[in-house]
């Protein structure tokens, strides 16, 4: 059995959200269709707003974790928001981010057994962070320790106005497309996403 089937499957066996499905104006003036329910599930959990399509109708969920997938064989979207928590006097390094997403990802996204996993491509992350609004984008590209799957991702990485804890909340989207050479349109449809945040 390969990881690639376990990575899918896992998504499969998790609670399938038909959703209420709407439609709402996208960047270009082209109409997307939302899944309603999921944005619901999104506003309740983490106490934001985020414009998710309709074509993301997988979930599984853990603590302070969740994880969205269109659940596509070909060009696997996903969307992953969470927390963790974050010392506010500690600058957002790329090093500091692959740390944080890392431990999360470890635990929530797993291969064929326990000893692969989702990580980070180190070099390959680049954070530009927002002083001002205390928010910031990263890029960069994930593998699967162990194995052969990997692609890019992008993250919004919003320090929680409301947390005393200091916690920063993390939206992620990331692709498992091989055999899509250019992935600039799968990535923009992301960042589309990643910009629909309102909190």
Not at 121 to 128: A, G, H, L, N, Q
Not at 178 to 186: D, H, M, S, T, V
């Amino acid at each position: 059995m390969s990881s690639k089937w376990l990575f899918s499957a896992s998504l499969v066996i998790a609670i399938g959200l038909a959703g209420c499905s709407g439609k709402t104006q996208g960047k270009h003036g082209r109409n997307l269709k939302r899944n309603y329910e999921i944005e619901r599930k999104v506003e309740q959990t983490f106490g934001v707003k985020l414009n998710v399509p309709a074509e993301i109708h997988s979930s599984k969920e853990g603590k302070y974790f969740l994880w969205l997938s269109n659940n596509a064989a070909e060009q696997m979207k996903n969307l992953v928001v969470y927390e963790v928590n974050y010392n506010e006097g500690m600058p957002l390094t790329p090093e500091r981010f692959c740390y944080l997403r890392d431990s999360v990802m470890r635990q929530h996204i797993k291969g064929e057994t326990d000893v692969m996993y989702m990580m980070t491509v180190k070099e390959s992350v680049r954070v530009e962070w927002n002083q001002k609004r205390n928010e910031g984008m990263v890029s960069g590209l994930w593998a699967m320790k162990g194995d052969a799957m990997g692609g890019p991702f992008r993250a919004k990485v919003i320090v929680k106005p409301d947390s005393m804890a200091h916690r920063l909340l993390i939206v992620e989207g990331f692709l498992y497309a091989p055999a899509i050479r250019n992935k600039k349109n799968l990535l923009n449809q992301i960042e589309n996403v990643l910009s629909s945040i309102k909190y």
